[in-house]
Every structure is written in C-alpha cells, then in structure tokens.
C-alpha cells in the first residue's frame, strides 16, 4: 500500500507541461499573408538566466530583428553636401586616381532606394528629388571600401 501510494506521489509530482498561456482574453488568426498571435493581460511570466542562457517563458514574445549595412572605412576623403537637401546631393570625392565609385541610397529599413554607378573620378551629383522626406544613409563604394553618410531629405 506504502509503494502504491509513494508511485502515484511521484507521478502526480513529476508534470510535464507544454507552451501555457495565462491570460484574459486572445486570438490565432492565418491566411495567406500571414499570421497574427495576441494574447490580453498576460500576467505570470517568469524569465530564468543561467551562465549563457536567458529563457523567457510565456507565449507572446518578440523576436528582435534589424537592418545592417556593412561598414568597412575606405580610403580618401569625401564631402556630402547640402545636408540636409531637397534636390540634390553633391558628393566631392577629393580624389586624383580614376577609381570606379558606386553610390547607394538606403532608407531606414534597408531597402536600396537608388543605386548608381557614374564614372566619375572629382565630383557627382545624385538627384534625390523624387523620393520621399526622411533620413538616409549614403554609402560610397570603390575598390578601397566602403565609406557611408547620413542624409536628411528635406
């Protein structure tokens, strides 16, 4: 009787639990454009850290993702200028070798928003007339590197 009743001690004990949500209220929805998870007054979440993990329980959680532009520092000196512009952006690229340049425009969320390829060795103007205000980042790309700038679209 003693062993039946320390067997089902030790099984009621021992639970294995799956992904659970304690929350007030949520929603699953799909189609073909995608899905949508939420969850309302999600009140008990525990985080737990150990030497190099960090594990967040609960069933909402983001995923964190960004946009990188690679840097590497090239050679020579540039000048950008107006900026912040409307028009157009002046590039001096204070240079006496003919080197092939390839300038792209990136908005906030990485996406190429001009790309040009001119030969030129002195100086280029980029017409930045028809695309919308924000900031942008210029980048300057020869056979030396990559050299970027901030641009403000008035």
């Given at each position: 009787?003693?062993?039946?009743?320390?067997?089902?001690?030790?099984?009621?004990?021992?639970?294995?639990?799956?992904?659970?949500?304690?929350?007030?209220?949520?929603?699953?929805?799909?189609?073909?454009?995608?899905?949508?998870?939420?969850?309302?007054g999600?009140?008990?979440?525990?985080?737990?850290?150990?030497?190099?993990?960090?594990?967040?329980?609960?069933?909402?959680?983001?995923?964190?993702?960004?946009?990188?532009?690679?840097?590497?520092a090239?050679?020579?000196?540039?000048?950008?200028?107006?900026?912040?512009?409307?028009?157009?952006?002046?590039?001096?690229?204070?240079?006496?070798?003919?080197?092939?340049?390839?300038?792209?425009?990136?908005?906030?969320?990485?996406?190429?928003?001009?790309?040009?390829?001119?030969?030129?060795?002195?100086?280029?103007?980029?017409?930045?007339?028809?695309?919308?205000?924000?900031?942008?980042?210029?980048?300057?790309?020869?056979?030396?590197?990559?050299?970027?700038?901030?641009?403000?679209?008035?």
């Amino acid at each position: 009787m003693k062993l039946n009743l320390l067997i089902t001690l030790v099984f009621v004990s021992i639970q294995v639990t799956g992904q659970q949500l304690v929350s007030t209220s949520g929603g699953y929805y799909t189609n073909s454009n995608g899905s949508l998870s939420w969850s309302l007054g999600e009140p008990v979440i525990n985080t737990l850290a150990a030497s190099n993990s960090i594990l967040t329980q609960g069933f909402q959680q983001y995923v964190r993702t960004g946009t990188a532009v690679p840097t590497i520092a090239g050679k020579g000196t540039f000048e950008v200028y107006p900026n912040p512009s409307s028009i157009y952006i002046n590039i001096d690229l204070n240079n006496d070798q003919v080197l092939k340049y390839q300038f792209r425009l990136y908005d906030m969320n990485g996406r190429i928003v001009k790309d040009e390829s001119p030969n030129t060795s002195n100086y280029y103007r980029m017409n930045i007339d028809g695309i919308p205000s924000g900031v942008y980042l210029l980048e300057i790309i020869s056979d030396t590197g990559i050299n970027s700038f901030k641009i403000i679209k008035n």
